[in-house]
């Protein structure tokens, strides 16, 4: 599976710059390789970019979570999300199943990795909780 270089050029953007809230990868499984779908600009919420997320489609996604810490510090944790929910086509979970860690591999800074197939297992508590 190919690597589109927009995939790691706004990655980097939103690790180095915080350019971007989040970033939303697709398949395309006609070329067979993973571009960028979609951007969220800093001030997109939580909800903005779950509401990005097909319901019915595989996804890759990371997202920049801003947090304080119980000593008041504030901190961002880079999310690694595979979207996988469990209306998807099989071959498209097999797809992204498969391409996932070659996927991850080049994308340099990631801190957390989380996998869901409904949108509880990556409710914000859900976030929150991993973050810390």
Same mark, same amino acid.
């Given at each position: ?25 697709? +398949? ?7 571009? #960028? ?5 800093? *001030?997109? $919420?939580? @909800?903005? !970019? ?30 690694? +999300? ?7 086509? #099989? ?5 992204? *199943?498969? $391409?996932? @860690?070659? !996927? ?29």
């Amino acid at each position: 599976m190919a690597v589109h270089d927009e995939c790691k050029l706004k990655f980097l953007e939103l690790k180095a710059k915080r350019t971007h809230r989040f970033i939303v990868y697709k +398949i395309e499984e006609k070329q067979k390789q993973v571009v #960028v779908e979609k951007v969220g600009e800093p *001030a997109k $919420s939580y @909800d903005d !970019f779950t509401g990005s997320l097909p319901a019915d489609e595989c996804r890759y996604a990371i997202y920049d979570f801003d947090f304080v810490t119980e000593e008041n510090c504030q901190k961002s944790k880079i999310f690694f +999300i595979a979207w996988s929910p469990d209306t998807a086509r #099989v071959r498209s979970k097999m797809i992204y *199943a498969s $391409s996932k @860690d070659r !996927f991850k591999r080049e994308l340099d800074g990631i801190q957390v990795e989380l996998q869901a197939t409904d949108p509880t297992e990556m409710g914000l508590d859900v976030i929150r909780s991993r973050a810390s």
